[in-house]
């Protein structure tokens, strides 16, 4: 999604709380040189290990807020930055924003997808409902993410004190194919952008329906947020 969405061939990726380094190892096989930064050891360990790109991969110590200090700096700009279902666990969502934002190049964008946590929020049905956990650990694991992640007001408040503060555009929208109805104008664009691997993303979105009266599938429950630097 971020690659269809950047608007210009992307020569540098950096994955925002990469992880053990399943997505940055995706992310190789398609940019010339990509960077992932995590806060935890044995994640940037791991990550490490997986990838095998040589100079063109690069995996650092860093949080998402620490990309603003001299180390995070020393990476240099990108013109794709993402984060994927690790937003919630950021200690200050605002500074961290703002540090990424500072690590891209103009025009340069940043998309982060996350679950939404309803605004009249009961963990344990809307879990249920709205995910349909395989067993108690994996609805456990859910019940938590949705409740560190944002409301759809929280992001809106998040977003525009982001612009308030440094030269972006930010946008929130939620469910569909990157918060657009797969049925939309936009949506279509977005697959003919990258269609080679967006193919298999409608696949699993038709795989994902839920039967008639159980909720809506898994994807009408994230949010997606687009940060743009502008030029």
């Given at each position: 999604?971020g690659?269809?969405?950047?608007?210009?061939?992307?020569r540098?990726?950096?994955?925002v709380s990469c992880?053990?380094?399943?997505?940055?190892?995706?992310?190789?096989?398609?940019?010339?040189?990509v960077v992932?930064?995590d806060?935890?050891?044995?994640?940037?360990?791991?990550a490490?290990q997986?990838?095998?790109?040589?100079?063109r991969?690069?995996?650092?110590?860093?949080?998402?807020?620490?990309?603003a200090?001299?180390?995070g700096?020393t990476?240099?700009?990108f013109?794709?930055?993402?984060?994927?279902?690790?937003?919630?666990?950021?200690?200050n969502?605002?500074?961290?924003l703002?540090a990424?934002a500072?690590?891209?190049?103009?025009?340069?964008?940043?998309?982060a997808?996350?679950l939404?946590?309803?605004?009249?929020?009961?963990?344990?049905?809307h879990?249920?409902v709205?995910?349909?956990?395989?067993?108690?650990d994996e609805?456990?694991?859910?019940v938590?993410?949705?409740?560190a992640?944002f409301?759809?007001?929280e992001?809106?408040?998040?977003?525009?004190?982001?612009?308030r503060?440094?030269?972006?555009?930010?946008?929130?929208?939620a469910?569909?194919?990157?918060?657009?109805d797969?049925?939309s104008?936009?949506?279509r664009r977005?697959?003919?952008a990258?269609a080679?691997?967006?193919?298999p993303?409608l696949r699993r979105?038709e795989?994902?329906g839920?039967?008639?009266?159980?909720?809506?599938?898994?994807?009408?429950?994230?949010?997606?947020?687009y940060?743009r630097?502008?030029?």
């Amino acid at each position: 999604m971020g690659l269809a969405q950047v608007g210009r061939p992307v020569r540098r990726l950096l994955d925002v709380s990469c992880g053990g380094g399943d997505l940055l190892a995706e992310a190789a096989r398609i940019v010339p040189e990509v960077v992932g930064v995590d806060p935890v050891a044995v994640a940037v360990a791991a990550a490490r290990q997986r990838l095998t790109g040589g100079p063109r991969c690069r995996v650092d110590e860093l949080s998402m807020e620490q990309l603003a200090d001299p180390a995070g700096q020393t990476l240099g700009t990108f013109d794709l930055a993402i984060m994927h279902l690790v937003f919630g666990l950021v200690e200050n969502p605002l500074a961290g924003l703002l540090a990424v934002a500072d690590r891209l190049s103009e025009g340069g964008l940043f998309y982060a997808t996350d679950l939404l946590r309803p605004a009249a929020f009961n963990a344990d049905p809307h879990v249920a409902v709205a995910f349909r956990p395989a067993n108690s650990d994996e609805h456990a694991y859910l019940v938590d993410q949705v409740a560190a992640s944002f409301s759809w007001d929280e992001l809106i408040a998040l977003g525009q004190a982001v612009e308030r503060c440094a030269p972006v555009r930010v946008e929130v929208r939620a469910g569909g194919l990157g918060g657009f109805d797969i049925a939309s104008g936009q949506a279509r664009r977005l697959v003919a952008a990258r269609a080679q691997h967006m193919i298999p993303l409608l696949r699993r979105f038709e795989d994902d329906g839920a039967p008639e009266g159980a909720g809506p599938p898994p994807y009408e429950v994230m949010w997606h947020l687009y940060l743009r630097r502008l030029t």
